[in-house]
């Protein structure tokens, strides 16, 4: 009730006499402090109840459930991709609602390395993406773009074609071409032995041609 009120004092008064008269039930009593805090758009306070509540019971299965809310909130992706294994083994997501979940977590953790602009993090995080996940084109793509707009393309440009010789993408392509290679000979030539199966593809004449006034 003083919740509904935006009397947020007197809620917290309220869970503090909780507490004090029922210590066995400081997991019960916390999650419901959470709750309101997230009802009441208060995510770092929620937060910080669910991350001591957490360290109390790890496989709590509601605390789980609000702390991975809580993260997508404010966008802790580092702290979803933590709590990933504990919500697959405890089951609080289903194991396709657990990749997909995983999936968005690496992609936003590589586009936040990318903006900083930091290669070693970039490849760091890279090394320890699931391979599933790596076979992405969207997810490839992100980690290329990334090296190349910090300036490490010569760095990944045999992984690239490496990968498109499997796996063919347009995107992947065009990011190809767009490498300043440290041998733009060599880069034409991939390019023109992948016009033998892939004559008519427009992405991959456009870059042969930008590659070919390069050379």
Request: glycine share 4%.
């Amino acid at each position: 009730a003083a919740q509904s009120r935006g009397a947020f004092d007197k809620r917290d008064e309220y869970l503090k006499k909780a507490a004090d008269q029922a210590p066995d039930s400081s997991v019960l009593i916390g999650l419901t402090q959470a709750e309101l805090h997230l009802s009441g758009n208060q995510f770092e306070q929620a937060l910080e109840t669910l991350t001591r509540l957490h360290s109390i019971d790890p496989t709590h299965a509601n605390v789980l459930k609000l702390l991975h809310q809580t993260y997508q909130h404010v966008g802790d992706w580092q702290g979803i991709r933590k709590l990933i294994p504990s919500l697959h083994t405890n089951k609080i997501l289903m194991e396709a609602e657990v990749k997909l979940l995983e999936t968005e977590a690496y992609s936003q953790l590589l586009k936040q390395s990318a903006e900083k602009g930091n290669t070693e993090e970039i490849q760091s995080l890279w090394s320890e993406i699931p391979n599933y996940i790596k076979s992405m084109p969207h997810i490839s793509a992100i980690y290329f773009a990334s090296m190349i707009e910090a300036g490490a393309g010569a760095e990944i440009e045999q992984n690239l074609a490496d990968v498109l010789s499997v796996n063919w993408d347009e995107t992947l392509v065009a990011l190809f071409g767009s490498i300043q290679s440290s041998n733009v000979s060599k880069q034409l030539e991939t390019a023109e032995k992948w016009s033998y199966v892939h004559q008519e593809n427009a992405v991959l004449l456009t870059v042969m041609g930008k590659l070919a006034v390069k050379c």
